[in-house]
């Protein structure tokens, strides 16, 4: 039952967000809207308001439209014609400038664009981030091997100047060069002091939907995500604040031991007995130095010595929605090339997912918790507003692409002309739809 309730959560927000934006800018652009639906098919439920717009729950929780008046719906249906006013008759879309009607359509996806935002920013705002540095840990190609430049213990900060702080980070900025010829250019640090860059070259990388699954696998590197060593706050017992540490401080040693990730730190302490500890931090790119007394912590029966750290960072309610805006363009423009990728053959779609698979997801990010949850909705609203924006003419890229085309024509193609383009668009929707359910039973079975 929850995989059903929390799809019908998940689908229903995302649904009601992209057609709130039609509605609510077609209203502004002075079009009469007839019916605003949730759901495709047979009406459920509605209700109009005094403006004459219909308000409905339709039975298919797939989709939901905005159905404004046109030209072509008044001439065929004297019924609606009779019952608007002749200011209403004179509300139909076909009236409004281009540019208004463009921005009517562009508004569904934008919409979900600005979702996503808000939802991680507020992810970001209320919750404690773990940023992620990847070792090299061994080196299994022989020619890098043989240059000797790589070592184990290097740390991979950044791929063609995208910089890698989790796994997500690191497989979307490979999968975005499967199947090509490519010149990875890593940035490497070694110590505090010392980076550089090196290209690793491929020919036909990622070409495999296998080598997809988890291309990290597939640089001739075995690599490791460790813990960046980021204090994202402190116990109850802990010392550290009053001896001059912040949430955000990036421990560089201790006891003059260097600290490249979290994990180092209870390496360090296992080997120390004294009551205080010498560390020092980066913040806001400055050096500083602090001598922490040690807490007491009990840990499986035993009383240990801790700082009283725990590992992350906090951002502010502006720098979450500054972050939140960069992933959202980054997701987006990934989104995009990936689909781009898939319909040119150089990346597998086997991880297109359907209503099966929507449905999966949802129940299992509910029951993890609601941050996933949301997390999820943000990656959907994502897709929804990228997918959207392809110009299939059923989608709102298609009648974008009609409008841009009505432009360069200077009148609107032949209703002939746009059946064909319109039955085109279906055909390719419903084999997309189908392809993805496929996908779904697949992994099932």
């Not at 208004?100 to 996503?116: D, H, Q, W, Y």
């Not at 070792?135 to 290097?154: K, R, S, V, Y």
């Not at 291309?215 to 001896?243: C, R, V, W």
């Amino acid at each position: 039952m929850i995989y059903l309730i929390s799809a019908l959560i998940l689908l229903g927000v995302l649904i009601t967000i992209h057609e709130f934006g039609h509605f609510i800018v077609a209203r502004l652009c002075n079009i009469h809207v007839i019916r605003f639906s949730i759901g495709m098919g047979p009406v459920m439920y509605k209700k109009s308001d005094s403006k004459g717009t219909e308000y409905a729950l339709s039975a298919l929780p797939l989709g939901g439209y905005v159905a404004m008046l046109t030209e072509k719906g008044l001439e065929e249906d004297q019924e609606l014609k009779n019952s608007l006013t002749p200011q209403q008759q004179r509300m139909v879309f076909e009236a409004q400038p281009k540019l208004k009607r463009a921005a009517v359509m562009l508004a569904g996806p934008m919409a979900n664009f600005i979702l996503a935002i808000f939802i991680l920013a507020a992810i970001y705002a209320n919750s404690i981030q773990r940023n992620f540095i990847t070792e090299i840990t061994a080196i299994n190609n022989p020619q890098i091997i043989q240059e000797g430049i790589l070592l184990p213990g290097d740390i991979i900060s950044a791929i063609n100047g995208k910089k890698i702080s989790n796994l997500q980070d690191l497989r979307l900025e490979l999968l975005s060069h499967s199947g090509s010829n490519v010149e990875l250019d890593l940035q490497i640090e070694r110590g505090f002091e010392n980076k550089f860059k090196y290209p690793l070259r491929f020919d036909n990388f990622l070409a495999t939907n296998l080598s997809q699954e988890a291309p990290e696998n597939y640089l001739g590197l075995d690599l490791q995500l460790k813990t960046a060593p980021y204090i994202g706050g402190f116990s109850e017992s802990s010392n550290a604040p009053s001896a001059g540490l912040k949430v955000n401080d990036k421990i560089t040693s201790i006891n003059s031991e260097p600290i490249v990730a979290y994990e180092d730190i209870a390496t360090v302490m296992a080997s120390f007995s004294n009551d205080e500890v010498a560390i020092e931090v980066l913040r806001n790119g400055e050096l500083f130095s602090f001598m922490v007394p040690l807490s007491s912590q009990s840990i499986d029966g035993k009383t240990v010595r801790v700082i009283g750290i725990t590992a992350g960072m906090q951002k502010s309610v502006i720098e979450s929605l500054v972050h939140g805006v960069q992933d959202t363009y980054t997701m987006s423009t990934k989104t995009l090339l990936f689909v781009g990728k898939m319909l040119t053959g150089s990346m597998g779609a086997q991880n297109l997912s359907g209503p099966i698979g929507i449905v999966k997801m949802a129940g299992d990010t509910a029951k993890v918790g609601m941050l996933p949850f949301l997390y999820l909705m943000a990656l959907l609203s994502i897709s929804l507003g990228v997918l959207n924006l392809l110009p299939i003419p059923v989608l709102d890229g298609g009648q974008l692409t009609l409008l841009a085309i009505e432009a360069l024509k200077g009148s609107p193609l032949s209703e002939r002309v746009e059946n064909y383009f319109y039955t085109g668009g279906w055909i390719a929707v419903v084999a997309l739809m189908l392809f993805a359910v496929f996908n779904d039973i697949s992994r099932f079975i």
